[in-house]
């Protein structure tokens, strides 16, 4: 059984870096994307952006001059680092498995992590 | 960017009753729509992928439907365990977006 886990500090200061690792577990890291996911409190859900494990990436334009996704096989990790954050960044980062099925588009999380929830103040 | 909305936002049902969500997005995405479950403090998981395929280990109570830009989500038969917020989510292009989100709570 596949599992993840997110760690990294919970308080981050405005205008600084978060930082998250995603630990993979039960499965190989190779010949799959895997993903961050937020969730503000109490909203809905926003995608941040894949790695796979060749190091593509691709990232949410949203987020994109501000986020890099990086990949270390060795040790199953994958990780986030989101630059110049403000209180708009407090969330629950999840990590997550992209799976496909049948075709690319078909591109589903099948794989989450409990979440990590980074807080965002002075 | 696909947009998704989903309706409605939330709604109260009993248990035994049969629930329908809609999600829709702002332009055809084929099948290429997913659904998740969420419940309070817990990371979503996955129901449904293709629009109507279960995922492994999904009691059969859920189903998926649709294509192109209207999608629906349906439990045949709400169980206890079902109350949870429930998210629709497309992969046609990227960014991928998730829908708002639909709150299925105890009537």
């Known amino acids: 059984q596949v599992q993840l886990k997110e760690s990294g500090p919970g308080l981050v200061k405005p205008s600084e870096t978060l930082s998250l690792t995603c630990t993979v577990s039960?499965?190989?890291?190779?010949?799959?994307?895997w993903s961050w996911i937020r969730q503000p409190p109490g909203k809905g859900l926003e995608w941040i952006g894949y790695?796979?494990?060749?190091?593509?990436?691709n990232y949410n334009p949203s987020l994109e001059s501000r986020v890099t996704i990086s990949l270390d096989i060795s040790n199953s990790q994958f990780s986030l680092k989101l630059r110049s954050v403000t209180a708009a960044d407090t969330a629950m980062y999840y990590c997550?498995?992209?799976?496909?099925?049948?075709?690319?588009?078909?591109?589903?999380?099948?794989?989450w992590g409990q979440g990590s929830l980074v807080t965002v103040s002075s | 960017d696909v947009q998704m909305t989903q309706s409605p936002s939330s709604l109260s049902a009993s248990v035994g009753d049969r629930v329908t969500i809609t999600c829709r997005a702002s332009q055809s995405i084929s099948n290429y729509l997913h659904w998740y479950q969420q419940k309070p403090g817990k990371a979503p998981s996955l129901l449904i992928y293709?629009?109507?395929s279960l995922q492994s280990g999904v009691p059969s109570r859920f189903s998926g439907s649709g294509s192109g830009t209207d999608f629906t989500l349906t439990i045949s038969s709400l169980q206890p365990e079902d109350f949870a917020t429930y998210y629709c989510?497309?992969?046609?292009?990227?960014?991928?977006?998730f829908g708002p989100g639909t709150k299925v709570d105890i009537k």
């Open positions: 790695i796979y494990y060749n190091g593509d990436t």
């Open positions: 039960g499965g190989s890291i190779r010949g799959y994307y």
């Open positions: 293709g629009a109507s």
């Open positions: 997550a498995r992209v799976e496909y099925s049948g075709n690319w588009y078909t591109r589903f999380f099948d794989y």
């Open positions: 989510q497309h992969s046609y292009s990227t960014p991928f977006t």
